[in-house]
């Protein structure tokens, strides 16, 4: 996809200007589709398994029912924009739009993978017989969101200038405007680690076939995101509206983790809040190590291509610093990573 999207942009940017994107999109997806229908059709075979299209009905009620509960988060950055457009200016409606979409890469890129990843093991143990299996999973999971997000968090909050710099700040969106984005982004940032703890949980309601209970709880989120948003959107302009969706996400985690008590029987437990709260001291040390190094070494730099070395270098510096700290005070989440990455590899030798 992405190999085709570049192709159709240095082929046909020149006649088609920026419509070569969206072509490009275009043809990578039908390729994508292709590919996809050939692999299914050889491992499926569904000609040998067409049944009554009456079977066929359930499953299209359950797929579109994940479908509207899905849309549900992509209408928060549209009530964003209709509030921003009504109480505020263009400038702030684009630097809504561009720091939602800059928070959301950590949790699209490893907390949606870990879910997707995680699933098939949710509905197996989904059954009254693995029910421990199930709770035992889940308080796992916590952990390991946890263990993954915080210092992910503290990273983009602390250094959110010099993100947004190296991922926007060209041609017309200026050093302005990167002042402007950085408020909100900070905000995002802020309550990414509830938003991704709850973006996992809802694999529960999925695979235990909940979802009318779900989509009464989002719905609900849904509404505090409307309410807090035209609280907060006269005092703190467009940074309201992004903490406007910051409490929707912590409120989310709270009601799902209490639903889930009561609907499922998962609790986090003691040993959970235990592990989150030895998670402090090695994150507030990678802080304190992150705001030394940048007083030794300041990140801020002329250029983009050294701003951009010089965040490698403090993160790789800072995420060495909290695993080792991490193994330092006995969490269990370092050991199980380090143990599946080499039972990985020592599988992968075996297949060799």
């Known amino acids: 996809l992405n190999a085709t999207l570049l192709v159709a942009l240095f082929v046909m940017y020149q006649s088609h200007g920026i419509s070569a994107l969206a072509i490009g999109w275009l043809a990578g997806t039908g ?44 209408v928060y950055p549209t009530v964003d924009r209709a509030l ?27 907390v949606v993978t ?6 098939p093991w949710i509905s197996d143990y989904s059954v009254p017989s693995a029910k421990d299996k199930l ?11 946890a263990f993954t997000m915080l210092p992910i968090v503290c990273g983009m909050i602390l250094f959110a200038p010099e993100i947004v710099r190296v991922a926007f700040q060209r041609g017309a969106f200026d050093v302005v405007s990167t002042q402007l984005t950085t408020g ?12 991704s703890v709850y973006i996992y949980q809802m694999r529960y309601y999925y695979a235990g076939k909940l979802i009318l209970r779900l989509g009464i709880i989002l719905a609900s989120t849904f509404a505090i995101k409307v309410v807090a948003s035209l609280l907060l959107v006269g005092a703190f302009e467009h940074e309201g509206l992004a ?6 996400w912590v409120a989310g985690l709270v009601i799902l ?59 790789l510096a800072g995420a060495l610093l909290y695993f080792g ?23 992968y030798g075996a297949r060799r």
């Open 114 to 119: 870990f879910s997707l990843a995680s699933f």
């Open 84 to 110: 921003a457009a009504r109480y505020l200016g263009d400038g702030q409606i684009a630097a809504l739009r561009y720091s939602f979409f800059l928070s959301q890469l950590p949790p699209g890129l490893l």
């Open 184 to 195: 909100p982004f900070v905000v995002y940032s802020a309550g990414l680690l509830f938003y």
């Open 243 to 248: 903490l406007g969706t910051a409490v929707a």
């Open 31 to 74: 390729l994508l589709f292709l590919y996809n229908a050939l692999v299914i059709w050889r491992v499926v075979r569904p000609g040998r398994h067409m049944g009554s299209p009456a079977a066929l009905t359930p499953f299209m009620k359950l797929v579109l029912s994940v479908a509207l509960l899905e849309m549900i988060a992509f």
């Open 257 to 315: 983790t209490v639903d889930l008590g009561r609907a499922l029987g998962l609790t986090p437990g003691r040993d959970t809040a235990l592990g989150l709260a030895r998670l402090l001291p090695a994150t507030t040390l990678t802080v304190g190590f992150w705001l030394a190094l940048n007083y030794v070494w300041p990140i801020a730099s002329e250029t983009t291509l050294e701003l951009i070395a010089k965040l490698v270098v403090h993160g």
């Open 325 to 347: 700290l991490t193994f330092f005070f006995g969490l269990s989440e370092p050991h199980r990573v380090v143990r599946a990455i080499r039972d990985k590899f020592r599988s």
């Open 135 to 145: 709770l035992a999973l889940y308080r796992q999971s916590l952990g390991l969101v």
